[in-house]
């Protein structure tokens, strides 16, 4: 995935439209049917939250110099 506007400051749902865009897109061009997209957009949207829960609790600078989430 490609997202070219990171400098764009805005809330966060923003984000999630544009991944679950994006999984979706990426699902079809690689031959998932709906049922198939709509489950990887949902497991997306479950790791979103389960990342979003582990930062709350995080500091700025923590948050800044950690690792990529999820890998």
């Given at each position: 995935?490609?997202?070219f506007d990171e400098v764009t400051v805005g809330p966060c749902e923003w984000d999630l439209k544009r991944l679950v865009a994006s999984v979706n897109v990426a699902g079809r061009e690689n031959g998932l049917n709906r049922p198939e997209r709509a489950a990887?957009?949902?497991r997306a949207?479950?790791?979103y939250r389960a990342d979003l829960t582990q930062l709350e609790s995080m500091g700025l600078l923590e948050i800044w110099s950690m690792p990529?989430?999820?890998v």
């Open positions: 995935m490609n997202d990887a957009v949902q949207v479950k790791g990529i989430l999820g």
